[in-house]
Nanobody
Framework: QGQLVESGGGRVQPGGSLRLTCAATGNIFSEYIMGWYRQAPGKQRELVASVTPRGIANFAAFVRGRFTSSRVNAENTMSLQMNNLGISDTATYYC?????????WGPGTQVIVSS
């Protein structure tokens, strides 16, 4: 079974941007809808975006218009471009299959939005 590794998180000020990357190993990525999830402190994990194998992305209402996502199946990678970040976007971000996250969770990458 493959693994998922997220990277690119960090600390930014409100209004800033970050680009996250999900890298998958093993044959777990290219044929599946992949999603970005996030979990804020004290809250349940929630789905942020889903990207089909052909690159069609759908976003949760709370990030629509601010986030974009793309994937490169040949490289088993997916990115999440986050713009106009707000304090409420502070969370650890994960990737996994969507809509049901059936793979073992990766370590996630932490995003902190703070002034």
């Amino acid at each position: 079974q493959g693994q998922l590794v997220e990277s690119g998180g960090g600390r930014v000020q409100p209004g800033g941007s970050l680009r996250l990357t999900c890298a998958a190993t093993g044959n777990i990525f290219s044929e599946y809808i992949m999603g970005w999830y996030r979990q804020a402190p004290g809250k349940q994990r929630e789905l942020v975006a889903s990207v089909t194998p052909r690159g069609i992305a759908n976003f949760a209402a709370f990030v629509r218009g601010r986030f974009t996502s793309s994937r490169v199946n040949a490289e088993n990678t997916m990115s999440l471009q986050m713009n106009n970040l707000g304090i409420s976007d502070t969370a650890t971000y994960y990737c996994n299959r969507s809509p049901v996250p059936t793979l073992p969770w990766g370590p996630g990458t932490q995003v902190i939005v703070s002034s």
